[in-house]
């Protein structure tokens, strides 16, 4: 204890008492002590592994570290600040997502003005939609745009309000919801790079794109007189498919058969001329001998359908009288 206080007499009120007094070299070892504590505490700094840390001396930009653990110089002459490059930001218009799960609550009320939107044909849409991205470019993302969120928003509703306002309400909320969201981030990238922010717009996507709640009773007529409409002209359709493609069969096939037979009785009738050619050649060279033959074949097909047959010699005279031909001694 004596090596650590000193005691020295004070007195009050006609009383003495005995203060200890602290020795400075303790003091001293305390405040060296802290001195290297805060060096350590501010010399170090750790960056996680989606992040990269943007050094800055005196408030100018220095350099850039990766992932890990890194030295800086203390006591705030460099300040270090994370940027996450590898998480996607997600912004919301026309509502907003109030607990995220299996069952996600979203709250709307209060963000209908930026979702309410006028279309290239005057009618209205209520518009949500969502824009993510990364950040590209730590050091533009930090010192080139002041209020960097709030840049994001505005650029991202008012792209999104001039490509609606390019297309007709159908296309808006049926026909074309995916181009347009194409076509919103392509303009969306454009603008943010113009004003060098250092985002990466990931996608746009449309969430849920319906009329004003006013129109919409009108609006679902519309829709299913449009559906009534497709389905009346998709039957017509099928039965024109049915109809036509069957008729056109059946043309061809007779189409088919006529030139089958036409081919058919051609080929026949050269055959037949040309059966006759070599007939008519095998004639001219010996005449006797053909007619003899053609006689002979005349007579093998016509003799086997007679039922009766009489063979008379050409040179006997008045004999057919006398034979008796018929059944029953009748002469014919």
Not at 31 to 55: C, H, K, N, R
Not at 112 to 118: A, K, Q, R, Y
């Amino acid at each position: 204890m004596d090596m650590v206080y000193q005691r020295r007499t004070v007195q009050m009120g006609g009383e003495t008492f005995q203060i200890p007094a602290v020795n400075r070299r303790w003091v001293l070892s305390i405040i060296g002590a802290i001195l290297v504590l805060i060096i350590l505490v501010t010399s170090f700094y750790q960056i996680g592994p989606d992040e990269v840390g943007v050094i800055k001396r005196f408030g100018a930009y220095v350099t850039t570290t990766q992932p890990g653990l890194h030295l800086k110089l203390p006591f705030g002459i460099e300040t270090v600040t994370k940027v996450r490059v590898k998480y996607v930001f997600k912004e919301e218009f026309g509502f907003r997502t109030l607990k995220a799960g299996v069952r996600s609550q979203y709250a709307r009320d209060k963000s209908l003005e930026e979702s309410l939107m006028l279309t290239g044909d005057l009618n209205s849409a209520v518009v949500e939609w969502i824009v993510q991205y990364k950040v590209k470019d730590p050091v533009a993302f930090l010192f080139h745009v002041r209020g960097i969120t709030k840049t994001i928003r505005d650029i991202s509703e008012a792209v999104t309000r001039q490509v609606v306002g390019d297309r007709s309400v159908d296309e808006v909320i049926i026909l074309s919801r995916r181009e347009i969201a194409l076509e919103c981030q392509e303009k969306i990238q454009k603008r943010l790079d113009t004003y060098e922010t250092g985002i990466d717009v990931v996608t746009v996507e449309l969430k849920d794109v319906n009329p004003p709640d006013p129109v919409k009773p009108s609006f679902n007529e519309v829709n299913e007189a449009k559906q009534e409409k497709d389905k009346m002209v998709n039957e017509a359709w099928e039965a024109y498919n049915k109809a036509v493609p069957k008729a056109e069969g059946e043309a061809e096939k007779t189409i088919r058969q006529a030139e089958g037979y036409a081919l058919n009785r051609v080929n026949r009738a050269q055959g037949d001329a040309n059966k006759f050619q070599a007939i008519w050649a095998e004639y001219s060279r010996a005449k006797d001998v053909t007619r003899r033959r053609l006689y002979l074949e005349a007579l093998s097909n016509v003799l086997p359908n007679i039922q009766k047959k009489v063979i008379l010699d050409e040179d006997a005279k008045s004999l057919v009288p006398l034979l008796q031909l018929g059944k029953g001694g009748e002469t014919k």
